[in-house]
């Protein structure tokens, strides 16, 4: 058997597997069969290399031809129609995450600026920095718990001296009233 005749025969074959028309039109291959785009690529070819025209017609051909004739075409489809309809879906959240990056590169030069470009070095000082407040920290806490047992001091002191001067304001008055009596309607 003729080697295209054999070729012919496996791509109506593929043809029928794909469900696609296996309606052949030899004449001027203007068909949409594998075979009559398999012709008009050979056609081109030809006439590519006869100078007739351009390379880069071919190889679009010739890939969509490769793509036509995969075995696979029917599932990869699904399979791209499938990831069509994931990205469709993630579409939102795709734009908010274009927009966040687009803000990022906005932020560049920030990030960029001399002062920023200087905090590793700065971060050191900063440590210090916190070491240092860390101790001031704790020496202001024992200041603070001193001030306090001061204050509770002085408290106590102050009650102790209040409870004197009431004691001692109740001594007078109870001498008072022994040495100067009190009349009770005034003609005593």
């Known amino acids: 058997m003729d080697p295209i005749a054999i070729l012919q025969n496996r791509i109506e074959q593929l043809e029928a597997k794909l469900g696609l028309a296996s309606d052949i039109v030899n004449e001027g291959q203007q068909g949409d069969s594998a075979t009559a785009n398999l012709m008009n690529a050979a056609q081109s070819i030809n006439n590519a290399i006869a100078g007739h025209e351009r390379l880069s017609k071919i190889h679009d051909m010739a890939n969509e031809l490769n793509n036509y004739t995969d075995p696979n075409l029917i599932e990869n489809m699904q399979q791209n129609n499938m990831k069509m309809q994931e990205i469709a879906a993630a579409e939102p959240i795709i734009k908010h995450h274009c927009h966040c990056m ?3 590169g906005q932020g560049a030069p920030v990030l960029e600026s001399e002062p920023l470009q200087q905090v590793p070095q700065m971060q050191e000082t900063v440590n210090q920095m916190h070491v240092a407040a860390a101790e001031v920290k704790t020496e202001a806490d024992v200041v603070s718990q001193g001030i306090q047992e001061l204050a509770e001091t002085c408290g106590a002191a102050a009650a102790n001296a209040s409870e004197q001067l009431t004691e001692v304001a109740q001594k007078v008055e ?15």
């Open 102 to 104: 687009h803000k990022c």
């Open 174 to 188: 109870q001498l008072e009233e022994k040495k100067f009596p009190r009349r009770r309607n005034g003609l005593d």
